[in-house]
């Protein structure tokens, strides 16, 4: 679930504050080059195993015995090395695709939205300015990995913001996401049903 809490208070009418997980810019293009990458060190491991099974780099210094027990010799390191290179790529996916952590303040006249890290650069929406909202599901791969949300401003301005699913059980509608403050305060909202 999305972490929002609302409330209304007297003085100040309505105000909610939450945080929640938006995707990298660029994620998919950052996921094929670490895949890219990954997929390049098996071609090599192999390619290094025919070689070093198939042919003596230095036939005038080893002789067939001794060349192949420094291959044997090598193999568990080689075998080691693909382990390590297999945790490492399966932590930057893991850490690629939680996304960035983001914040936001709302009430009654607008939304304000941050970087939870650099809260100096702050998106400030006002109701009064938003022209329409429309969201799209995302889809990578084969993983619903949440919505497309794009919000039209008064004077040409468009933002465009992609929040994650939230992790584990939960609402994933969009009614549950932070934009939908901004949805029901302006009453202007569309839906677009197909994926993406």
Do not use: C
């Not at 504050?17 to 994620?27: K, Q, V």
């Not at 399966?90 to 809260?119: C, H, Q, W």
């Not at 549950?176 to 677009?192: C, L, M, Q, S, V």
């Amino acid at each position: 679930m999305y972490s929002i809490h609302s409330y209304n208070d007297e003085r100040f009418g309505m105000y909610a504050r939450g945080e929640f997980r938006m995707a990298r810019e660029n994620e998919a293009i950052i996921f094929w080059i670490i895949t890219g990458l990954y997929i390049l060190n098996i071609i090599n491991f192999f390619v290094t195993l025919y070689l070093q099974y198939t042919t003596i780099p230095f036939p005038k210094v080893y002789d067939k015995l001794t060349w192949a027990q420094i291959s044997t010799a090598a193999l568990p390191a080689l075998i080691l090395f693909q382990v390590i290179t297999l945790a490492v790529y399966v932590i930057a996916i893991r850490v690629l695709f939680m996304g960035t952590k983001y914040s936001f303040k709302a009430n009654e006249k607008e939304f304000a939205l941050m970087k939870t890290d650099k809260p100096e650069k702050m998106i400030i929406i006002p109701y009064s300015d938003v022209l329409t909202i429309r969201y799209r599901f995302r889809k990578f791969l084969f993983f619903d990995r949440g919505y497309t949300v794009t919000i039209s401003m008064r004077g040409g301005k468009i933002y465009e913001f992609f929040p994650l699913f939230p992790r584990g059980d939960g609402d994933r509608s969009f009614q549950n996401t932070p934009f939908n403050i901004i949805a029901e305060e302006t009453g202007i909202h569309k839906r677009d049903a197909d994926r993406v």
